[in-house]
């Protein structure tokens, strides 16, 4: 599977079976993790056979159920470390599901108190990834359409049509989708694409989701970032 497949047949799962997950499997994340720790100067840490962190009200609230490994993300505040968080966390995400394994982004429902971390100065978890066997797939939910999140001057390039199209399916808080991307073209350079999210709950780890969704879609060759 690739990870354009991926990115099309991924859905959050929230109820997971009592499988372990294969050594090798495990290995290859936690590798990712390591080098993505380097690259953002963040802490992803993959935990396993760790039940009580969504052993609480909290995660039944959220309606998680047999979950007992995850990767936990920790990171300062701000919003330049919480797109870090979306962009990298994803790419762990996606990964997984290559390998056969389901997922879902937590962001409150979950206990902190149980996550085996140790914080640095200046660092909270700020979120966790479950991680596992799913009883299920997911399912598809409702989404924006291109003309709600995405503005460019006509005739529009099929790469920047097929990015947003990639980060449509991107995972948000709550499917709020805040995210929105916009062409900027100037003769003889290479097109510049903008993207911006509005206010809401993890807002800007959406964002850092759906830019790396975009780049899949769209080829990191054909444009640069603003």
């Known amino acids: 599977m690739t990870i354009k497949e991926a990115i099309e047949r991924r859905h959050s799962v929230r109820n997971y079976d009592a499988r372990s997950i294969e050594k090798e499997k495990l290995a290859r ?98 979120c966790v990834i479950a991680l596992g066997y799913g009883t299920s797939q997911g399912s598809d939910h409702k989404r924006k359409t291109y003309k709600q999140v995405a503005k460019a001057s006509e005739p529009v390039p099929e790469w920047f049509r097929n990015g947003v199209e990639s980060a449509l399916l991107a995972p948000t808080a709550i499917n709020q989708q805040k995210f929105h991307f916009t062409l900027h073209t100037s003769e003889g350079q290479l097109p510049v694409v903008e993207a911006t999210t509005g206010l809401g709950f993890f ?8 830019r790396y969704h975009f780049e899949v879609g769209a080829g990191k060759e054909n444009f640069n970032w603003k």
């Open 203 to 210: 807002s800007y780890v959406d964002l850092g989701i759906a």
């Open 29 to 126: 994340l936690t590798d990712m993790a390591s080098l993505f720790n380097y690259k953002s100067g963040l802490q992803f840490q993959i935990v396993t056979d760790e039940p009580k962190a969504f052993s609480s009200r909290l995660a039944r609230y959220g309606r998680f159920s047999g979950v007992s490994n995850y990767i936990a993300i920790a990171a300062p505040k701000g919003h330049e470390a919480d797109m870090l968080i979306g962009y990298y966390g994803e790419q762990l995400v996606l990964t997984a599901q290559t390998l056969g394994l389901n997922t879902c982004w937590v962001g409150l429902t979950f206990g902190k108190s149980p996550v085996p971390i140790n914080l640095k100065e200046g660092e909270r978890l700020r």
